[in-house]
């Protein structure tokens, strides 16, 4: 079995990481919160994305509009 070297991380640096890596992808440069789920893995976690985009711009998304499409 192949051993993984893990490094232990504060949920505030992982919350942060993972919004600047969510906000690298296409169209999703405006996403203003994340919500981080554990799953049972060890270190396992999944993110859902909560607030699209801010009140102002064309950007501007909510979700019933992206659930729609």
Do not use: H
């Not at 919350?15 to 600047?20: I, Q, S, W």
């Not at 049972?40 to 009140?55: D, E, H, K, Q, W």
């Amino acid at each position: 079995m192949v051993k993984y070297i893990t490094v232990g991380l504060r949920y505030d640096a992982l919350r942060k990481e993972c919004l600047a890596a969510v906000r690298q992808w296409p169209g999703c440069e405006t996403i203003g919160g994340i919500q981080i789920i554990r799953s049972n893995r060890p270190g396992g976690f999944s993110v859902r994305i909560t607030l699209y985009g801010t009140a102002e711009g064309e950007n501007c998304r909510t979700r019933d509009a992206l659930r729609s499409t």
